[in-house]
């Protein structure tokens, strides 16, 4: 009964020139190669829209990603991860290790901090660039406490750098919440202020880890940190790089309708700083569909899957090529763009629980795949790969 739902999105779609299975995974399951000489599989979820809707999980969730750790025969590891999955998301806000652990409390299995991969992730990536300057990070959470734990040392939040000049929000003080946030400033970013001059000091970057709370004082001060080349109240200087973690312009909260994303703000600080300085906007957008992103998931799916071999096989390599990377999705323009862009093995689910609801699959960026749950998804990919 399950799998209703997917055989008629594909009956629906043959009159489509778009196949909606890949031909090795439509074929009938006699035919399929038997476990020994089968390449391995791994899985990527998104969170939002797939696993949660804000703090819930939906789409039966929790027993579907219970059944990746039992046994169908692909990785013989009782009591331990099975099949290697990870979470590919654009949200974030805090440490990955942080996440993991409220993902396992909420989804009851135990998630380690290296299947978290959020939007800001590939953000240690420029840790050698600036681990000693001067960077500014933006967005709810722990934004600053994120990029401290990759390296960076000389980190402020917007919340704590905006605090340092005077009058440059002039709406703060109808913020009433903004006076409960300077009590709760963290400890990690007053660590290192003694050490530098914030009204002197110029800002080399700024990185949007997670959504703005405050778009109109962090659109005034980022556009005051990057038409002053890094020192707010100057004259123009040289635009500092910047950085977002991701580029959604909508995502599925716990709200019915869609929620305004990262890319939404970019677009309305890209809109304002091109209108009052004479160079556009520069900057640069990780998450997915990025297809550094997918590549980035392949690397850690095979670091799991060779730490579940090793320790099968008692340290003898026993690792295959993948055959087959599913990733699972609610947001056609991202995560199904995302799995076409990064090509083979990326094969794409498309779920009906977040920002797609349609009936048929996604006109411009169709998934191979069309189910309305993640459970639903599950279901399918342990049917494909694990039916003798
Ligand atoms: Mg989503």
Not at 208 to 224: A, F, K, N
Request: aromatic content about 10%; charged content about 20%; some cysteine.
């Amino acid at each position: 009964m399950r799998f209703r739902s997917v055989f008629r999105v594909s009956q629906s779609r043959n009159r489509a020139p778009l196949l909606l299975f890949r031909q090795e995974a439509s074929r009938p399951f006699s035919q399929l190669p038997s476990r020994s000489e089968r390449s391995s599989l791994g899985i990527a979820f998104d969170i939002d829209g797939v696993i949660l809707r804000g703090r819930t999980p939906i789409g039966g969730a929790p027993q579907a990603l219970r059944r990746l750790y039992g046994d169908c025969g692909i990785i013989q590891l009782l009591g331990a991860l099975k099949i290697p999955f990870l979470f590919l998301t654009n949200g974030g806000g805090i440490p990955e290790s942080k996440r993991a652990s409220e993902l396992s409390e909420l989804l009851g299995i135990n998630i380690v901090p290296s299947q978290v991969v959020q939007g800001h992730s590939p953000f240690k990536k420029l840790v050698n660039r600036f681990e000693n300057e001067l960077i500014v990070a933006v967005g709810k959470g722990e934004p600053a406490v994120v990029m401290s734990e990759y390296g960076f040392k000389k980190v402020l939040s917007m919340d704590e750098y905006a605090s340092y000049f005077e009058n440059i929000d002039p709406l703060s003080s109808y913020k009433i919440w903004t006076t409960k946030q300077a009590s709760n400033s963290n400890s990690t970013s007053k660590e290192f202020t003694p050490r530098c001059n914030v009204l002197l000091d110029r800002v080399q970057a700024a990185f949007v880890v997670s959504d703005p709370v405050d778009w109109g004082r962090d659109i005034q001060v980022l556009c005051d940190i990057l038409r002053t080349g890094g020192l707010p109240g100057k004259v123009n200087g040289h635009q500092p790089p910047l950085y977002f973690a991701a580029d959604d312009l909508e995502y599925q909260a716990a709200f019915p309708s869609e929620r305004l994303g990262m890319g939404a703000f970019r677009l309305a600080l890209e809109s304002i700083f091109n209108r009052i300085h004479h160079n556009a906007l520069e900057y640069t957008s990780f998450g997915k569909p990025n297809p550094f992103v997918f590549k980035n998931a392949e690397a850690i799916l095979r670091h799991l899957q060779s730490a579940s071999y090793h320790v099968m096989t008692n340290g003898h390599p026993g690792c295959h090529p993948f055959k087959t990377l599913y990733m699972i999705g609610d947001n056609p323009s991202v995560d199904i763009k995302g799995a076409r862009q990064a090509g083979h093995p990326w094969f794409s689910i498309l779920t009906r629980t977040g920002v797609f609801r349609g009936e048929e699959n996604h006109a411009e960026f169709p998934a191979d795949l069309v189910v309305d749950t993640v459970e639903e998804a599950v279901d399918y990919i342990l049917r494909t790969e694990c039916t003798p």
